[in-house]
């Protein structure tokens, strides 16, 4: 699934995702629940703003996003 990611750069220029956008819905990162790192990519467990979790995956090659995983909350009926 293709997605924007918005990011916060540290003071170690290390990236951390703060809001992704699917489509022209926008979803706030309130917690980067995990990260890990492979060899071409970069993986962030994110809980949104909607309560949902999400995993990310940055590629260091091409320097795009996409999302590998999301788990809806259980409030909500759908990610429209």
């Known amino acids: 699934m293709e997605i924007k990611v918005e990011c916060y750069a540290g003071y170690r220029g290390e990236e951390t995702p703060r809001r992704i956008w699917i489509g022209n819905r926008?979803?706030?990162v309130k917690e980067v629940q995990d990260r890990?790192?492979?060899p071409t990519h970069r993986y962030f467990k994110i809980h949104g703003d909607d309560d949902a979790i999400y995993i990310l995956r940055h590629s260091?090659?091409?320097w795009e996003w996409d999302m590998t995983f999301y788990k809806q909350a259980e409030n909500h009926s759908d990610m429209a």
């Open 36 to 38: 890990w790192l492979a």
């Open 60 to 62: 260091s090659e091409s």
């Open 26 to 28: 926008k979803i706030e």
